[in-house]
């Protein structure tokens, strides 16, 4: 760790920590140290590019589900957080071309725990996975959070990740109040944010 201690931030090394903790341990705290400290950042920067609040949610959870399945691969030649940040950006980035939304230039860029700027990797249109292909990996991706989902909670989030409905296809679904949908969905993704704190006795 030494010769990392002279290369990152002490914000950055204490990521590294816990990435070991939760890898080598599977340390549920750790996972959860994680996703506090970068839930909000990544949620804004999914924000500025889709600007719609429930996609946002959505991605974001997508993104963290991502990078928590890969965490064994990560290695310490740059900071966890620009890790994560690439990998919610290319989510969205799929996300923007499959739904072929108008958003603004994606060369943004954020600053890592440095200082440095790190700049965004748009992959090439021609890469870009089957749509069957992405659907199945982002089933596999979400599964991490459902299964720890209360059952009245599981249809729904279902409906919204695996099937892509609407919430408007969702309420004509389950025949309820388009309200009562979102609310619930809005519930649903609390709580799979707070799924490695298992804070599930006030449910």
């Not at 959860?32 to 970068?38: E, P, S, V």
């Not at 740059?78 to 072929?100: G, H, M, P, Q, V």
């Not at 108008?102 to 992959?123: H, M, Q, R």
């Not at 909670?153 to 969702?170: A, T």
């Amino acid at each position: 760790m030494e010769d990392l201690e002279g290369r990152f931030s002490s914000k950055a090394l204490e990521d590294f920590r816990l990435i070991d903790e939760a890898v080598n341990n599977n340390d549920e705290q750790a996972f959860a140290k994680l996703m506090q400290r970068y839930k909000r950042p990544v949620y804004h920067m999914i924000l500025k590019m889709v600007r719609n609040v429930d996609d946002a949610e959505d991605l974001t959870i997508e993104s963290f589900a991502k990078a928590f399945k890969s965490l064994h691969r990560f290695k310490k030649d740059f900071t966890f957080s620009t890790w994560l940040f690439r990998i919610a950006t290319n989510n969205t980035i799929d996300y923007i071309r499959k739904k072929k939304l108008n958003t603004l230039s994606l060369s943004n860029t954020f600053t890592d725990d440095n200082g440095e700027g790190v700049s965004i990797d748009v992959e090439d249109e021609n890469l870009n996975p089957q749509e069957e292909t992405i659907r199945s990996q982002k089933e596999e991706l979400v599964q991490v959070f459902v299964d720890k989902l209360p059952p009245k909670y599981q249809k729904l989030v279902r409906l919204r990740y695996f099937h892509e409905l609407s919430y408007e296809e969702i309420a004509a679904e389950l025949e309820a109040p388009l309200g009562t949908v979102k609310a619930q969905l809005h519930r649903a993704r609390e709580l799979m944010f707070d799924m490695v704190k298992d804070k599930r006795d006030h449910i």
